[in-house]
């Protein structure tokens, strides 16, 4: 009898063993269920959330923080006699004469009621500023063969690039390259076929 009291409370005993086993099983897939419904997408398919792109950051970074620069570019007046300075403000990045230069040659604003003086289709090619002061900057050939205008729009050419560059303390003096090379002339007046130091009198 007494054997059989401890049959009957083992029995009790696993009983219980038993639900409790039963209910946190049911409890942990219910909380797998759960999981599942959130991360899954509707074909059942995990959905992992991609991360975001540094450069995504990065970018967003710049816009809603980056710095800018205000520079000076020199363009001609509407009669092409002289040459007038137009403030621009431009992100600050480390090659800033290549992106001034740039900017040059993509003109005056239009409202502005200046006129530009790099021929239509140049394009920057390289620039460099060595460590004496003197900057080399080289230009696609339009700069010669799309060249149209006088003696008069040559000079203001000429010199809106070299005021253009010298605005910068780095840079003392200018000497222009076509496709690479030493040129006399962009348009058969003004030589520069030696670096150039800037001139305050063409300024209006």
Known sequence: MFKSKIQKRLTLILLFVFMCLLT?????????????ARFSGSEGELVV???MEEDWLLETEAELFGETRDIVLYFSNE?????VAEQRTIPKVEGIARATINEL???????SGLQSTIPEGTVLKDINIRPDGLAIVDF???LITNFMGDSNAETLAVYS???TLTQFDTVDEVQILVDG???DTIGGHVSVATAMTRDEGLIQ
């Open 161 to 163: 690039i070299v005021n």
């Open 140 to 142: 696609s050939s339009e």
């Open 24 to 36: 946190v099983g049911c409890s942990a897939l219910d909380t797998l269920s759960s999981l599942k």
């Open 49 to 51: 959330e991609e991360p």
């Open 79 to 83: 009669d092409g006699t002289a040459l």
């Open 181 to 183: 090379k030493i040129v």
């Open 105 to 111: 040659i993509a003109g005056p604003h239009p409202e």
